[in-house]
Structures are given as C-alpha cells and as structure tokens.
C-alpha cells in the first residue's frame, strides 16, 4: 500500500487535502483516541506517509519512484483493443462481490483488490492517459461519508489487505485496478466478467439470477457503509474497518449456522 | 453529592504548588482541598510530634522545624541516588512526592464523595524519562493509576483551547513554575492540538528568583554587619521565605521590605528592595527564557508574528518583569483571562477526559465532543544509541511527533567482534557520557565477520505514554534483542 493509498486520497490531493485528511485520520487512530491494538502501528505508519507527503521535496522524490497508477481514462472514441487477456503474473484473489458501478467517474488511488486478469490487461497499455482521467475525477472523492462506490469496494479489501499488509513488505497493490471500471467503458467485456463472475459465484447464468445477485451485493454494500459510518446499528462495538471485519465475522458465523 | 464513579483526577505535581481538576458537567472544575484551598502547596514534613503533615501545615512548620520538611522536592525527581533523611528514614524524591499525591487523593475523594483511583499527571515537557518515571511511580505508591503523564504546556493548551473554542491557530505557552521552565508551541486545528516544538530547562524558576533576592540579603547583611548567615539553617529558613514573600509582594508594589528580628543573637535584618534592583538582579534569568522561547521558535521553523495568542503558566509569569519581556519579544500582549496556576491541572483534567471517552463541552462556535479532540505531543530530547569513541549516533530527534519508531543501522568496529553494545542515551550531546542514559542495549552472538560487514538495526519505539521500546536486530542472522528500559536501580525503591 502506497502512501496515497493509506491515507486514501488521490495522488493529485492539495497540501490542504493531505493535512486535512491527516487530520481526519489521527483523530481515529491516535492510541489515545482508538482502543484497536494496531492503533499503535498505524498511526506511525500514517504519521510517515504525512511526514513525507507534506514536505513538496519529499513528495516529489517519493512520486517519482512509485509505479503508475492501475487507473482508468477515457477513451476517445471506440473500446481500446481488447488486448491480450493472458492471466497476469500474480494470482486474482476471487471478488464475491462485484457491485454495480454507477456512471460517474470513480477516483482515489483504491486499487486494493486484485483484479481478474481480464479486466485491466488491456489497460496496461494506456496508463498515461490514465492520469488524466483520475484527475478530473477527483472531486469525486469524498471526505463527508456520503456513499461512494468506490469506497464500498476498497472498504472491504482494506480490512482483508490489513491482515495481509503485515506479511507482504513490498507493495503489491500497485497492480490492482479498480475494475469496475471495466463495466462503464468495454461492453464488450461485460460477457466475461458476468461469466467469471458467474462462475464464482457458482450461479448457472440466466439474465434474472444475475440481476438478483447484483441487487444483493448492493444490499451487501449498503449494508458495510451503514457499518462503517454508523457501528452502533449493526451492533459492533469498533467503528470504522474494525466494525466491518467484526460484521463481516458475524455474518460468516450466520451463513455457517444456516448451511 | 453527584453519582461521579470512576472519576480520572487531573494534577498538577508543581514544585511550589499542587493543584487538582476533575471533569464536571463537560468542564473541569479545580477541586478544593480540605483546607478549602484551590493549591496545596507541594511542601511534606513532620511535625515535632512526629505527624505527618503535607500542604499548609508542613509549610508553617519550615522556619521553626526545617530539619523535618522538604519542599520544591520536584528538582529532585528522576535522581537515582538523591535521599530525604526524615523522621528517622530516609525517602526517595519520588516518595515525597507520593506523600503530597495520597493527600490530594484523599482530598478529591472527600469532594467528590467517592474513591477515585485514576489520575493524569503533569510533568514538565523537558522532564527526562527517568523523571517522567519517577512521577508515574509516585503516583502509584500514592494508589493511583496513572492512566497519562502529560507536558504542562501542552495540559495548559488543551485547557485554553477547550474554553475558548477550538479555532485553528497557532499559539506559544510559556510556563515558568517554582522550578522548571518551558516553552512549548502549538498548532491547533481541526480539533487536533499538534506540539510543533517545545523547549525547556528543568533548573529554572520561580525559586531561582528568589535565590537572587536571598544573596542579596546575605550580602548586604555581611556588608553591614559582617556575618555570613549562610551556614546558618534556621536564619537561612527564614531569609527564604522572607525572600519569596518579597518577591511576590514586588509584583503589586515598587518596593518591598524585609524585616527579620533577631537573625542572629540579637541582630536584626531589616532591608527594603525596590523592584528596579530587583529585575537588576533578575534580569540575566529573564534572558535566559527569552533565549529559549528563540530555540523553540526556531525549532518550529515560525517568527513570533506566526504566533496568534500567547499564554502565560505558573505562578512566576506574575512577575510584572517577565510579562513585559515576552510581550515585547512576541510582539502582543499575552491572554490575561488564564489562571495561571490552575490551567495546567485543568488541562489534565481535560485530557483524562480524552482518553475516557468524556463529554467535553466547549464555550466556544464549536461544539466538541472528546471524539474530535486529540492531542499529538513530541519528544523533548534526542534519543539516541551510544557507539564506539563516546559517540551519540541520534535516532529520534527532539520534537518528533508521538507515538513514533525509527531505526538505524550500525556495524561492529573490530575483526569478529561478537558483541554489541551501547547505552541508549536521551539529550542533545553529541558526547555520549554527557548525555542521560538510559539503559543499555547488548546484541550478542553476532557471527564472526571482518570490521564494517555486520549489519545491526537498532529501532526505538517510542509509544503515546512516552515509553520507549528499543530492540537491536542482526540482519543477517535476525538474532533481535528487546530492551526495555532499565531505570537506574536507586529508583526502584
């Protein structure tokens, strides 16, 4: 996890931004204020990326030496090549759920989750032109806590990336896309990753049971920002991540009592 | 009396005054002591009748039993080795101090009609850790938990902050006590109160003030008389207090008598100070405060003009010389509205607040609620690692945001050295042996390799409490080595 993608904001945030949401942060996980036993750990890795970010000549040097954002742009007229859809080197971690992608542009440097390898291959090419479109995008980032889709997205992979940010020291985030953005732009795609998904979701297709599936991931999506803003509804005593891991347990340990 | 279960008590340990403050409706509210009094004075004895006596009673007793009472038993916290003979024992600094804690423990018990168990503690932001320690330790002997131990400037920011509405501002505390000075600067916004700086000397106050006046005294009466009072403990008593009366009395009037009958055999000390001889005579110390609220100046990388209030701590800041030279120096007059003898047991108070998740009300545009209020204070020393030739190789500098963790590789000196070791050292001396130890790191077993190949990391860690962590790792083999920081053994009584 890159610097940008711990503090969650986009790689073009202002000075003002990155305090602010410095700010933001340490309010949450400063050990006096979180009872989270990583609090600790994560606010000296916070207050690093801070440290670094906020200083303009460290921040251009640390730029400069991270790999280019997995972002999407636009294309200017037809679908990009569909490209060559070999498997990338790293193994895709299954997604169970693929929300559904509204139409805006979705920013932030989320790329937490490892993609199919379908999807952003393609992309790969183009990333340049990526940047562009990030940053046209990045008013869409929002601080306040109104639902932002691609928040639902990374919010979950954050906590499953958390356990595992421990281990893997180097980061191998940077090659996760948000491939949601693969639905808005390649139609053509979207065969594959409804049959992918089809298939790991274990559904034999049928247009109606893939509609129901993804009216539940939204349900399911509702759901974790209701449990991210507001923990006290859902019952979990953590807020924030913490409350997401703790309902996601709850919900498993349900599925289990019901199988 | 109100149902207050489990209230954290806020106090201010001063070396002159104690004061205590507990969080009351959103508010803290300073707690009078059994006396009745709002400060209790940091003074412990024993009476002729061998009664323990703490606060006003002990200090009545200084002039006529000096040999059992200690007071400003603050500039002695942290020293390993340091002993108070009294009442036939003979007590570590810190169990004076333990003394002076159970009574105000006592005293907010009776107020507040409940046990209280928990308390946030303030030290000066320069104290050291083996000082830092010492206070923790003294306000578990008294049967505190000392959920905190907190920099008074930084308490007296938080204090200001809360009353009068958390703006976004920059602001400079400067707190001159009965022993200790400090400066510390900070940034306040969105709720968040960041330390940029803050800087200090542990051997500076308001009893240094009044040591000018008694050598004045002494010399003035060997002059007129030709004794030397000095060696003399009762006159000496006497001329201290009389000193300190004086002092205080110049904050009010432009002159002030001391009238000392029979100091010595039939001898009369009876002398009047004016205000201007006594800022004569004071004026170097001044100079001195004005040249480190400079360095943290400096260390914040701000002009007095980037400063948007300034306040005054502690009892001295009275003094009408002090006020005005760090009015000229910052260019604006300081905030007049702060006590500031309470503000920084209030401050305590605020913070257990913060870390018990309390209701915490503001006066001001802004309404804060504990969750939107968080403190980030610094280190005050250098930490560093001591390496071969008295060296002091600095790992977290001075005015580091806490908590925080840095590393530094070193490597042996010799052919096949085996073993590493080195003291971990706090203060800004690039001689090692000048600088507070405090521990030692030793990595053994390290495989034989010729001088420069070997690759150690040592990693301090320092937590929210200010507890440091240190843990020295071989790379090649991973063999890792955890310190925790051995206090020197005369503490551990």
Excluded at chain 1, 29 to 51: G, M, N, V
Excluded at chain 2, 146 to 161: D, H, M, Q
Excluded at chain 2, 228 to 245: F, G, H, K, P
Aim: charged content about 25%; some cysteine; hydrophobic content about 35%.
């Amino acid at each position: 996890m890159d610097y940008y993608q711990l503090l969650d904001i986009p790689r073009v945030a202002s000075p003002e931004d990155i305090e602010n949401r410095y700010l933001l942060l340490v309010k949450k996980y400063h050990p006096d204020r979180s009872k989270s036993p990583d609090a600790h750990e994560k606010f000296i890795k916070i207050k690093e990326a801070y440290e670094t970010l906020k200083n303009p000549q460290k921040r251009k040097v640390y730029d400069a030496s991270l790999p280019p954002e997995e972002k999407a742009m636009e294309a200017s007229s037809e679908p990009e090549d569909s490209g060559d859809f070999s498997s990338d080197s790293e193994a895709p971690v299954p997604d169970p759920a693929i929300p559904k992608v509204p139409e805006e542009p979705v920013s932030g440097s989320n790329g937490a989750f490892k993609s199919t390898s379908i999807s952003y291959v393609s992309f790969k090419s183009d990333h340049d032109s990526f940047l562009a479109g990030s940053a046209s995008s990045s008013e869409n980032t929002d601080e306040s806590g109104k639902p932002d889709w691609s928040k639902y997205v990374s919010s979950k992979k954050e906590s499953k990336l958390h356990d595992r940010s421990k281990e893997v020291s180097s980061d191998s985030g940077q090659n996760d896309a948000d491939w949601s953005y693969v639905k808005v732009k390649y139609e053509g795609i979207d065969e594959d990753i409804d049959e992918d998904a089809d298939k790991k979701t274990g559904f034999s297709g049928g247009l109606f049971l893939k509609k129901a599936f993804r009216y539940t991931v939204v349900l399911v999506c509702i759901f974790l920002v209701l449990t991210i803003v507001s923990p006290d509804l859902v019952g979990a005593k953590a807020s924030g991540l913490g409350a997401v891991t703790e309902t996601f347990d709850k919900v498993v340990l349900l599925a289990k009592s019901l199988v | 009396m109100a149902q207050v279960r489990g209230k954290v008590l806020g106090i201010d340990l001063g070396t002159t005054n104690s004061c205590m403050s507990v969080i009351e409706l959103g508010e803290p509210k300073v707690i009078t002591n059994s006396e009745g009094k709002r400060l209790t004075p940091s003074v412990v004895g024993f009476s002729k009748k061998n009664e323990l006596l703490v606060g006003e009673l002990a200090k009545r007793q200084i002039v006529s039993n000096p040999e059992n009472t200690v007071q400003s038993i603050k500039r002695y916290m942290g020293k390993p080795d340091y002993r108070v003979p009294l009442n036939n024992e003979k007590y570590t600094p810190h169990g004076i101090s333990a003394m002076i804690l159970q009574k105000l423990k006592a005293d907010a018990e009776k107020y507040l009609g409940d046990a209280v168990g928990k308390a946030v503690i303030t030290v000066p932001a320069y104290f050291n850790d083996s000082q830092r320690f010492a206070t923790k330790k003294s306000g578990e002997m008294a049967g505190l938990e000392v959920l905190r131990v907190i920099n008074e400037p930084t308490a007296a920011a938080l204090a200001y902050g809360l009353r009068d509405g958390v703006q976004d501002q920059k602001i400079l505390v400067y707190d001159l006590g009965g022993g200790t000075f400090d400066v510390s600067i900070l940034k306040i916004k969105n709720g968040v109160f960041e330390v940029l700086a803050t800087c200090g000397d542990t051997e500076l106050g308001g009893d240094d003030f009044d040591r000018k006046i008694v050598d004045y005294l002494l010399s003035e009466f060997k002059e007129a008389e030709g004794t030397d009072l000095s060696e003399n403990t009762e006159a000496m008593q006497r001329i201290r207090e009389a000193a300190e009366r004086c002092k205080i009395d110049l904050s009010s009037l432009t002159a002030a008598n001391v009238d000392l009958p029979y100091i010595f055999e039939s001898k009369r000390l009876d002398m009047e100070i004016t205000r201007e001889q006594f800022e004569a005579m004071t004026e170097d110390l001044v100079k001195k405060t004005i040249a480190i609220m400079e360095k943290a100046l400096q260390d914040a990388g701000l002009s007095s003009q980037d400063i948007d209030e300034v306040i005054l701590v502690g009892g001295s800041t009275r003094i009408p010389a002090v006020a005005k030279q760090v009015e000229d120096f910052m260019g604006k007059a300081p905030l007049q509205n702060i006590n500031p003898d309470e503000v920084v047991a209030m401050g305590a108070a605020v913070q257990a607040g913060i870390l018990g998740n309390e209701y915490l009300k503001s006066s001001g545009d802004q309404q804060i609620d504990s969750g939107n209020l968080v403190l980030l204070d610094v280190t005050s020393l250098t930490l560093g690692f001591e390496t071969v030739g008295d060296t002091t190789a600095f790992i977290i500098p001075r005015n580091t945001t806490i908590p925080t963790r840095n590393s530094k590789v070193f490597t042996t000196h010799y052919d096949d050295q085996k073993v590493v070791r080195g003291k971990i050292l706090q203060g800004e001396d690039q001689s090692a042996s000048k600088n507070v130890a405090l521990g030692t790191i030793v990595l053994e077993n390290i495989p034989p390799a010729p001088k420069g190949v070997p690759r150690i990391e040592v990693t301090f860690d320092i937590d929210a409490n200010g507890i440091i962590n240190a843990t020295a790792r071989d790379l090649a083999t991973g063999n890792m080595r955890s310190v925790t920081i051995e206090r020197p053994a005369g503490l551990n009584d």
